[in-house]
């Protein structure tokens, strides 16, 4: 595996193995690699001829600055993990490689009521600044097929929407979330959990579950009430459980209302905060 720190040596490699039927796949992260990062890597390898992966923890999309400075950040092991899979090649830049001064990185791109709900609301700002960066490393890049995760489905629904509407030559592939054995959502975030709140922490995922699985038994509203006070009486501090269309990211009032349905939830455990969804129609 390649490391570059510099944009312009990504950019030369690319150039050297760029060619007719080689497909390159791009998986942008934040580092603090796990599995589900790691399947990402997995699906891009087995679809294309080369897998590039960045690691670059973007102060544009951090709306919380301790949130930032508290990031996890553990680049050996991640160089580790990363040559031991199939990523070809790993860029992994200083803020300065990205964000190079004098250059407008701004992207413009009008996100509406897409950028307006759940993250979008209680994270102001996040998502100019996740477009930000999504956009500059496809520049970089241009590869192929970027992949995402279901996870952030927010965040891939409104990259989907940015590809759209700048007409980018790339194919997004959203992949499915990858859980540790209880339930819970993996994150890089999980590691800051307190021993009490990584014992709870599978619940999120029991309630998405549950709402899937039973989702005619209620109400959408009732299932919200419901959702909040499971979450509440266990000592989480939930910040949203929408179930939205799949596709406008708005919520929906019946399950009727929509082909594509999704449960999304934010939820504070202690100082840390989970995020998850599951697909209940679609
Ligand atoms: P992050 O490093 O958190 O920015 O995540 C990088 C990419 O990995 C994003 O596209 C995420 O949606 C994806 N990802 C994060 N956690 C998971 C997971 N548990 N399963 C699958 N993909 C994930």
Same mark, same amino acid.
């Given at each position: 595996? #390649? ?19 080689? !497909? ?17 890597? +997995? ?26 400075? &508290? ?6 092991? +991640? ?13 992994? $830049?200083?803020?300065?490689?990205? #964000? ?40 970089? @890049?241009?590869?192929?097929?970027? #992949? ?9 629904? %409104? %990259? ?8 980018? $030559? ?29 014992? &709870? ?5 029991? %309630?998405?579950?549950?709402? !899937? ?10 299932? &919200? ?18 179930? @939205? +269309?799949? !596709? ?10 929509? &082909? #594509?349905? @999704? ?8 100082? @840390? ?10």
């Amino acid at each position: 595996m #390649y490391l570059f720190q510099r944009s312009e040596d990504l950019q030369n490699w690319l150039q050297t193995v760029r060619g007719h039927n080689r !497909k390159i796949g791009f998986v942008p992260t934040m580092g603090a690699l796990h599995a589900g990062h790691l399947s990402l890597i +997995d699906q891009s390898a087995a679809a294309n001829t080369f897998t590039v992966c960045s690691i670059f923890v973007n102060p544009t999309q951090f709306n919380d600055h301790t949130d930032l400075e &508290k990031y996890p950040r553990t680049p050996a092991r +991640d160089i580790e993990l990363l040559v031991n899979s199939g990523c070809d090649a790993l860029f992994l $830049p200083a803020v300065g490689e990205v #964000y190079p001064e004098g250059l407008d990185t701004g992207v413009d791109v009008s996100l509406g009521q897409l950028a307006e709900v759940m993250e979008g609301a209680f994270r102001p700002g996040h998502f100019a600044g996740v477009m930000q960066v999504v956009h500059r490393l496809l520049q970089l @890049v241009l590869p192929d097929r970027l #992949y995402m995760g279901q996870k952030d489905f927010q965040q891939q629904a %409104i %990259i989907q929407e940015m590809i759209r509407q700048l007409e980018l $030559p790339v194919e997004l592939v959203m992949a499915d979330i990858v859980r540790e054995a209880d339930g819970l959502a993996m994150s890089s975030r999980n590691v800051r959990l307190s021993p009490e709140f990584r014992s &709870k922490a599978p619940l999120i995922h029991e %309630i998405l579950s549950q709402i !899937k699985q039973d989702s005619e038994e209620r109400s959408v509203a009732e299932w &919200k009430t419901w959702a909040h006070n499971q979450l509440e009486q266990a000592g989480f501090r939930p910040e949203y459980l929408e179930i @939205v +269309d799949g !596709k406008t990211l708005q919520p929906v009032s019946s399950f009727k209302e929509s &082909k #594509y349905i @999704v449960a999304c939830v934010a939820a504070w455990a202690g100082d @840390v905060r989970l995020i998850d969804n599951v697909i209940v129609r679609g």
